[in-house]
Each structure stands twice: as structure tokens, then as C-alpha cells.
């Protein structure tokens, strides 16, 4: 029920947006059509849409010459969509749901058929896209996007991802905190499902755990100037920073004002955060830092990411290119304008990272045009099939064209720039299974990104680091591991079977002091213990029954914190009131001695026992 209410909502709310963007022809922002369309022809010219995000809490435009780089390959490889060539239309959804929405509409109200799409630049983009654009049969593949709401195959038909879901940082998280037996953390949150899905994921980890955590959320548009009660708390020393970038450099600012930072603290953030993420503007006014104090307060801090980075610069993938020819190429892409909108090298030095996702979607890019390869392929082979209208049509009327595609889509399998196969599972997501962690280092000048381990996420989440790192290593932790926070208990045992020697022998001589009472006790009377002192005796009988409880007391096992607590308070009570009667009343007994066959001139002193006693 609550699934066909969000639908409807959706649906409506991207009717107004196609009789806006209808309404509003003048105001679209199409950028140029890349590569240029043909003069011949020869070929037939074909489409797909292409979004990213130019601003907003993320930046990906950076990722837009992994698209040409494969375009280029896909239009001069004749076994590759022969007679079409391949074009995209790009339009920029700033990383926002209603500006993704207002773009997916105006790309599909253009003059030009969208046979896919490619996007939309962030998670938070892509969700609304990816459950708008099956209704128009646009099948979707993002190469930017990992939020773990996205992996709902119910909900997302026609949806394909490039990345791993998020979910698995959660995995990263939780092998970090348990692995540094952390049990006291507090997650910071941006309420956006990229983050609270997986911190959904962390939270219910912690809690088998039993790891404590509180959690503090904030809305986008409020900022962490949106949490009340403050940020830090006074018990807690580790922190899980979930947010975009640009509100995790605001939470460096207030961390660096309140003295968050490595000793003391630890910061725990997302490992796919741009290269030099920290440099960039902050969200908000209110927070005024440099770098430089942003890095204090970073130094040391720990990052996983999903292990999606080159792991081999001279394995070629399916195009023939090397990992090492497609840096090449991106560089030289970069310092080609575009068209006269775009100029990439204002985005890419500070605001994106120039590789990590690029890869991603030229891998997107070769998914879509594969499929599309073999949709028309298959229809070429079918006499019913007219290819030439099929694929000119309105998808939204073709859905034999779609269903071919996403059956291929599905089916997905080559060797990727990344060094791993891409293909899709069930819910057309792309799966990975290892983690990469890194740690910001301090080197007295600058901050930097070093890989210090990796996380295999499975039953076991091995981690294994790197040489020279290893789990408490100075290179890693030069003032040693952060504490959570929590007082440190020490647990001191003792075996069982000198626990059981200990209270065989305290019992023995607790019951030898027991014994001797009453001995004292019935033969009172007798001159013999009459002479010496049975007051006196009672009293160091019972001293050293004290004494010998304490023994007993001191090997007691037990896991309860608070009759250990109890424990430990009464047994220097015990060994004090024991010694005193037992000890005390002896040299009382040696006194009354000496002063009997001594006899000073202090008669009073001698005929009392109490008094010698007290005067003790």
C-alpha cells in the first residue's frame, strides 16, 4: 500500500514537472550533442541520455570523459551498433531529486528518441530518475550512484548500477569498530537514504555487538547548524560521519574549533569522497576554516571504500584499453573543451575525484551500447522486425525493444577498466566484495591519503593491512590507538585450581579459628585459659576468621559488575578489621604481660583489659 502511494505521488509530481518543463521550452539548458552528429548518410544517428551533476552536494561532471573516451571506442569499432552511431544529450541535475526529475523530462521531451539512460550523477539523483524512467520504458544505468534503497528490483525495474551497494561500507564500519574493540560511538547522519539505509545497516551490527552508539540526524537543507544540543558529546571519542562532502567539511570546521582530533579522537568518513574533499567551500557561512584547520582536525582519521580503483594498469578489458592508456586519454580529454558551458578543468582538480568514478561510467557507457548491440541484433535476426523503425520508435510504445534490452542488460559480462568483471546480480547491482581502508596521514606540512588495509566482506570481514601498517603500528597510530572512551578494565584471573587451594586452605583455617572459640568458650573456667585472657582469645579468633573470609573474598569469579564493585570495596575493609582485632589484641595481651611482671608505678593501667586494649 505504502509502495503504490509513493508511485502515485512520484507519478504526479513528474506530470507537473514534464507540463513545466513543456511550459518552459526557452529555459532548456541542453548542453552539446557529443560526438557531433553526422553529415553523411551512412550512418543513423541514435541516443541516450546522459545526466551528472555540475554542483549541488556532489560534484560528478568530472566522470563526463570516461563517457567520450568510450563513445570514441564504441563509433570506431564496426562490430559495435554497425550502421548507427552513438550520441549522448547531457543535462545537469545538481545533485537534487526535483532538478533530476525537471532534467529526465526535458531530456525525453527533446526531439531525439532516449533508447537509455545514463545517471544521474548522485544517489540522490538517481532514485527519483530510476523509478520515473520505467514508466516510459528508459532503461537506466548509473555509474555514480550506490545508495543500498536503489537495490529494490520491485521498485526498480529497469534499473542497472556500476558501483556496489553502500551497504557494504556498513561492513567496512563495523570491521573497523570491532576490530579496534571500540565499544562507544556516535554516527552523525545526513538524513538522506544514501546514508541512513547503510547506518541501518551499522546500527543493527553495533547492536549484536554490543557496541553503544548514539545518533544525531540532520535534514540537507539545514545543515549539521540543524542539530540540537550540539554536536560532540563529552563521553564519546569516536565518530561515523555520514554525509556528502560538502557538510562533512562543515563538520571539520566545528570539530576543529572544539578540539576533535587525533589523539584524543577519531573520525571514521566515506572513502569515496573526492581527492582533497577537505579543500573545497563549505555548506554553510557559519562555518569559516582553512584546509589547513580542516586537516588538523582529519589527521589520522580512517575511510573505506568499496576496492573499485585500478587493480591492474596494463590488463586491457574488453575495448583493448589499458588502465594506463585511459588515464592517458582522460587527461588529454580534460583539456579539451567540451562546448563553450563546460570547462572540466574547473571542476576536476578540487571538486572531484579525476578517476574513481570516470572509470565507472565509461564501463556505463560500453553496458549500454553492448546491450543496445545486441537488442538490434536480435531484431535484425527476427523477419517481423522492422529494425530501422524499432529503433527510431518512442520507447515508451516499444516495449519488445525494452524487454530485449534489459534481458541483455541483465546478462551483462565483461572484462572492466577496473580490472573486474562487470555484471549485475539479481537486483542489477554490481557486486564487490572487498573493501579498501584508508587512513589521512600527517607528514607536519599536508594531509594525505594513504591505503593502509583491506576488508574482505564476508562471514569473517578479514582485514589485512599493507606494509608497513599494522594494527597499532606507529606508521598508523604514532600516539597510539584512539580510546573509545570508555574506562578501560582490566580483568585479573586466577587459575581454578590455585583458586581452589586458596579456599581450601582459608577454609581450613577458619575453621581451626572457629574451633578454637569454642575450645575457649567451654573450658573458661579452667585455670589454665582463665589465665589467658578468654576475652582476648575471642577476639583474635574472630580477627582471624575476618582475615580468612577476605582470602575466600579475593578468589571469588564473577562477571557481575556490581557484586564486583561490592568486592572490591569491602575487602580492605576486611583486611583492616581483621588485622586490627587479631594483631591489636595480641600486643594488647603482650602489654598486660609486662606490666604484670614489670609493675610500674601505674597501677590503674593493669586492671582493666579494656583499658589496655583501648589504649592500643
Known amino acids: 500500500m505504502v509502495e503504490k502511494q509513493t508511485l502515485t505521488y512520484s507519478l504526479f509530481l513528474s506530470l507537473l514537472l514534464v507540463l513545466r518543463t513543456w511550459a518552459n521550452t526557452e529555459d532548456q539548458v541542453y548542453l552539446q550533442v557529443y560526438p557531433p552528429v553526422n553529415d553523411t548518410d551512412d550512418l543513423t544517428d541514435i541516443y541516450f541520455a546522459l545526466m551528472l551533476s555540475f554542483g549541488g552536494d556532489y560534484v560528478s561532471i568530472g566522470a563526463l570523459p570516461g563517457v567520450q573516451i568510450a563513445l570514441d571506442y564504441i563509433n570506431s569499432e564496426p562490430s559495435i551498433l554497425p550502421g548507427y552511431s552513438l550520441h549522448y544529450t547531457l543535462t545537469d541535475s545538481q545533485c537534487n531529486r526535483s532538478m533530476a526529475l525537471e532534467s529526465l523530462f526535458k531530456q525525453l521531451s527533446s526531439e531525439h528518441v532516449k533508447l537509455g539512460l545514463v545517471g544521474s550523477g548522485c544517489s540522490v539523483a538517481t532514485e527519483p530518475t530510476a523509478e520515473i524512467s520505467q514508466f516510459f520504458n528508459i532503461p537506466q544505468v548509473s555509474c555514480v550512484s550506490s545508495s543500498s534503497e536503489l537495490k529494490n528490483r520491485n521498485r526498480f525495474r529497469y534499473y542497472f548500477q556500476l558501483l556496489a551497494a553502500e551497504s557494504q561500507i556498513a561492513q567496512g564500519f563495523f570491521k573497523i569498530i570491532t576490530h579496534y574493540g571500540w565499544k562507544r560511538i556516535s554516527l552523525i547522519i545526513q538524513n538522506e537514504n544514501l546514508f541512513t539505509v547503510t547506518m541501518d545497516v551499522l546500527k543493527e551490527q553495533l547492536a549484536e555487538s554490543g557496541v553503544d552508539f548514539t545518533e544525531k540526524l540532520f535534514n540537507t537543507e539545514d545543515g549539521i547548524d540543524g542539530l540540537?544540543?550540539?554536536?560532540?558529546?563529552?563521553?564519546?571519542?569516536?565518530?561515523?560521519?555520514?554525509?556528502?562532502?560538502?557538510?562533512?567539511r562543515d563538520f571539520l570546521c566545528k570539530a576543529y574549533y572544539e578540539g576533535i582530533g587525533y589523539p584524543k579522537y577519531l573520525l571514521i568518513t566515506y572513502g569515496w569522497y573526492g581527492s582533497e574533499w577537505w579543500t573545497g567551500k563549505a555548506s554553510s557561512?557559519?562555518?569559516?576554516?582553512?584546509?589547513?584547520?580542516?586537516?588538523?582536525?582529519?589527521?589520522?582519521?580512517?575511510?573505506?571504500?568499496?576496492?573499485?580503483?585500478?587493480?591492474?594498469?596494463?590488463?586491457?578489458?574488453?575495448?583493448?584499453?589499458?588502465?594506463?592508456?585511459?588515464?592517458?586519454?582522460?587527461?588529454?580529454?580534460?583539456?579539451?573543451?567540451?562546448?563553450?558551458?563546460?570547462?572540466?578543468?574547473?571542476?576536476?582538480?578540487?571538486?572531484?575525484?579525476?578517476?574513481?568514478?570516470?572509470?565507472?561510467?565509461?564501463?556505463a557507457t560500453l553496458t549500454l551500447a553492448f546491450a543496445l548491440n545486441k537488442t538490434i541484433n536480435d531484431l535484425k535476426n527476427n523477419e517481423e522486425q522492422n529494425t530501422t523503425v524499432v529503433v527510431s520508435k518512442n520507447l515508451v510504445e516499444n516495449t519488445v525493444f525494452v524487454?530485449?534490452?534489459?534481458?541483455?542488460?541483465?546478462?551483462?559480462?565483461?572484462?572492466?577498466?577496473?580490472?573486474?568483471?562487470?555484471?549485475?546480480?539479481?537486483?542489477?547491482?554490481?557486486?564487490?566484495?572487498?573493501?579498501?581502508?584508508?587512513?589521512?596521514?600527517?607528514?607536519?606540512?599536508?594531509?594525505?591519503?594513504?591505503?593502509?588495509?583491506?576488508?574482505?566482506?564476508?562471514?569473517?570481514?578479514?582485514?589485512?593491512?599493507?606494509?608497513?601498517?599494522?594494527?597499532?603500528?606507529?606508521?598508523?597510530?604514532?600516539?597510539?590507538?584512539?580510546?573509545?572512551?570508555?574506562?578501560?578494565?582490566?580483568?585479573?584471573?586466577?587459575?581454578?585450581?590455585?583458586?581452589?587451594?586458596?579456599?581450601?586452605?582459608?577454609?581450613?583455617?577458619?575453621?581451626?579459628?572457629?574451633?578454637?572459640?569454642?575450645?575457649?568458650?567451654?573450658?573458661?573456667?579452667?585455670?589454665?585459659?582463665?589465665?589467658?585472657?578468654?576475652?582476648?582469645?575471642?577476639?583474635?579468633?574472630?580477627?582471624?576468621?575476618?582475615l580468612y573470609l577476605n582470602i575466600i573474598t579475593l578468589v571469588i569469579p564473577t562477571t557481575n559488575t556490581h557484586f564486583a564493585a561490592v568486592l572490591c570495596n569491602i575487602n580492605p575493609w576486611l583486611t583492616s578489621l581483621g588485622y586490627s582485632l587479631c594483631y591489636g589484641t595480641i600486643l594488647a595481651k603482650t602489654i598486660r604481660i609486662w606490666f604484670i611482671f614489670n609493675k610500674p608505678p601505674v597501677p590503674s593501667v593493669t586492671k582493666s583489659v579494656c583499658c589496655l586494649f583501648g589504649t592500643f
Open 228 to 248: 540540537s544540543g550540539g554536536i560532540f558529546e563529552p563521553d564519546t571519542r569516536i565518530y561515523v560521519v555520514a554525509m556528502y562532502a560538502s557538510h562533512a
Open 285 to 363: 557561512k557559519n562555518f569559516n576554516c582553512t584546509p589547513e584547520q580542516r586537516s588538523q582536525a582529519l589527521a589520522y582519521s580512517l575511510a573505506p571504500r568499496v576496492q573499485e580503483a585500478f587493480t591492474n594498469l596494463t590488463a586491457p578489458d574488453v575495448s583493448g584499453t589499458t588502465a594506463a592508456m585511459y588515464i592517458e586519454h582522460y587527461r588529454e580529454a580534460v583539456l579539451m573543451e567540451v562546448n563553450e558551458e563546460i570547462n572540466l578543468r574547473s571542476y576536476i582538480p578540487d571538486r572531484s575525484d579525476p578517476f574513481y568514478y570516470a572509470q565507472h561510467c565509461h564501463e
Open 403 to 546: 524487454e530485449k534490452m534489459v534481458k541483455y542488460l541483465q546478462n551483462t559480462s565483461f572484462d572492466g577498466l577496473s580490472g573486474k568483471t562487470v555484471r549485475f546480480d539479481e537486483d542489477g547491482i554490481r557486486q564487490i566484495n572487498v573493501l579498501d581502508v584508508y587512513q589521512y596521514q600527517w607528514n607536519n606540512t599536508k594531509i594525505f591519503r594513504a591505503n593502509v588495509a583491506v576488508v574482505h566482506v564476508d562471514e569473517s570481514l578479514v582485514i589485512h593491512y599493507h606494509q608497513p601498517f599494522s594494527r597499532d603500528s606507529p606508521g598508523m597510530w604514532p600516539d597510539g590507538v584512539p580510546n573509545d572512551g570508555v574506562p578501560i578494565e582490566d580483568v585479573v584471573t586466577v587459575s581454578v585450581g590455585l583458586t581452589v587451594v586458596y579456599v581450601v586452605f582459608a577454609a581450613a583455617g577458619l575453621a581451626f579459628a572457629v574451633v578454637c572459640i569454642f575450645f575457649t568458650l567451654i573450658f573458661r573456667n579452667r585455670k589454665l585459659i582463665r589465665l589467658s585472657s578468654p576475652n582476648l582469645n575471642y577476639l583474635i579468633g574472630l580477627g582471624a576468621i575476618v
